[in-house]
């Protein structure tokens, strides 16, 4: 399908810019691996200017800036852009596909739930107005105390690659909701829909400098992002590794971050469960977006009175999943974002079989694409809890198998990780998946289910799949500081 590819620059102030040093990155189409555009390669020298127009759009007239503006006159902004997503959904959802290899299906979904989550923010900053002067309580009569919420500053926003333009939206809106100005960096991997984002910010007459979108290496666009002096709080998304990088360069100013990090999420399916609802929520926690999720439950624990059973269902049903361009009608899995993910994914498979683990489904690039980062939905077993692939975060589509016996094995085995994003319990036993929901070690539970997530809700993790909150009211807050005003009588 051919599809145009927008020739944007750096979205700064309000405007289109080129880059300083007028550096660009190519954009690679993963289904084909041809080059398809380029989009630009911020440096310091960019991040200098993005981070000056974002503290003057904070505070550019006292009372008339974004920050000290009301959550109704912020909220007129985001409702406009939530408007102009879905109107270019289409579009959106194309560039989506193509620069991130995910289904095109997928992607338009995606395009939605940027709309919602934008209009959701928007409800929560008129919200914010009436929770202004919250009374505390005192215990002296010849003192009164308020609380005011106020905006954090100037933020920076560093996210992946995997739902390019929705996790950057779960960042932007509850940060221009709360009256932040931001620089958003992407994913060099996938930056494309960010982009536009400026275009749409342009259209709808954001106040220049409100958001800020450098694209761009890591290291040399957002690593001098996150350490920059004027910037006050990091809300990053990305690997755990990289995580901790930002973490460490925070601390010499003691800058606030939150961290939604990797992780290695387990599934437990007990031996009441209906095998073909537990077979296909085990196939999609693992396999949706094909398994790039964060919180892609990618540790099978099957009961082992079930799990021959199981197995055979589940093997079944992955070799009818399609895998094609993702412009294919009925495609399900579109390939892996980039050259180097691929070569990963067939490693961390690779060391899996010298580790003496069997693969029992999958395990290759499909024999119909000799093109593209196409890599089989691939099914592990005879894993011990010992090998790299049943501990580390491998974020492509692989599931690998253990059996269990009893409830407490199987929450041992779910825990025994340094992670604890996502975990999922399938039963019929209501009592049993309150117990396991309440043992499990993670931010994040689904109970007879995997993946769902609402904006409403909160997301994060513990462990080194980090801390804070995205979504829901707690994203907010990610936003806001609290300030205490005492008055003597
Ligand atoms: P990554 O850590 O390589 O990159 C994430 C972002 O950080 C990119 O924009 C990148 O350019 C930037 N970056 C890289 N080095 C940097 C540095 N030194 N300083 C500042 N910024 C830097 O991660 P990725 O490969 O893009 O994404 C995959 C990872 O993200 C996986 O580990 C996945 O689990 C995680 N993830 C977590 C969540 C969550 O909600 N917890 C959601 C999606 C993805």
Known sequence: MAIHLPNRQLFID??????????????????????????????????????????????????????????AYRAK??????????????????????????????????????????EYYADLAEGLDTKQKAPVS???????????????????????????????????APALAAGCTAILKPSELASVTCLELGEVCREVGLPPGVLNILTGLGTEAGA????????????????????????????????????????????????????????EWTLFGCFWTNGQICSATSRLLVHESIASEFLDRLVKWTKKIKISDPFEEGCRLGPLVSGEQYDKILKFI??????????????????????????????????????????????????CVKTF??????????????????????????ERCDRVAKAFRAGIVWINCSQPCFCQAPWGGIKRSGFGRELGEWGLENYLSVKQVTQYI
């Open 405 to 430: 016996s009893t409830e407490d094995e199987a929450i041992d085995l779910a825990n025994d990780t340094h992670y604890g994003l996502g975990a999922a319990v399938i039963s019929n036993d209501p």
């Open 224 to 279: 001098p992002l996150a350490s920059h002096p004027h910037v006050d709080k990091v809300a990053f998304t990305g690997s755990t590794a990289t995580g901790s990088r930002i973490m460490a360069s925070a601390a010499q100013m003691v800058k606030p971050v939150s961290m939604e990090l990797g992780g290695k999420s387990p599934i437990i399916v007990f031996e009441d469960v209906d095998l073909d609802k537990a077979a």
């Open 14 to 71: 309000g405007e289109w810019r080129e880059t300083v040093l007028k550096k660009r990155i190519p954009v690679i189409n993963p289904a084909t691996e041809q080059i398809i555009g380029d989009i630009p390669a911020a440096t310091a020298e960019d991040v200098e200017i993005a981070v000056e127009a974002a503290k003057k759009a904070f505070s550019r007239n006292k009372g008339k800036d974004w920050s000290s503006a009301s959550g």
């Open 138 to 172: 005192l215990p002296m009569e010849t003192f009164k105390s308020f609380v005011l919420k106020e905006p954090l500053g100037v933020v920076a926003l560093i996210t992946p690659w995997n739902y390019p333009l929705l996790l950057a939206t779960w960042k932007v």
């Open 350 to 399: 690779a060391t899996a079989k010298s580790e003496g683990a069997t693969i029992l489904s999958g395990g290759d690039r499909p024999k119909h694409l000799n093109k593209g980062f196409f890599v089989e939905p691939t099914i592990i077993i005879d894993v011990t809890t010992s090998m790299q692939i049943w501990r580390e975060e491998v974020f492509g589509p692989v599931l």
């Open 77 to 118: 902004y985001l409702r406009a852009i939530a408007a102009k997503i879905t109107e270019r959904k289409s579009e959106l959802g194309k560039l989506e596909a193509i620069d991130s290899g995910k289904p095109l299906d997928e992607a338009l979904w995606d395009m939605d739930d940027v709309a919602g989550c934008f």
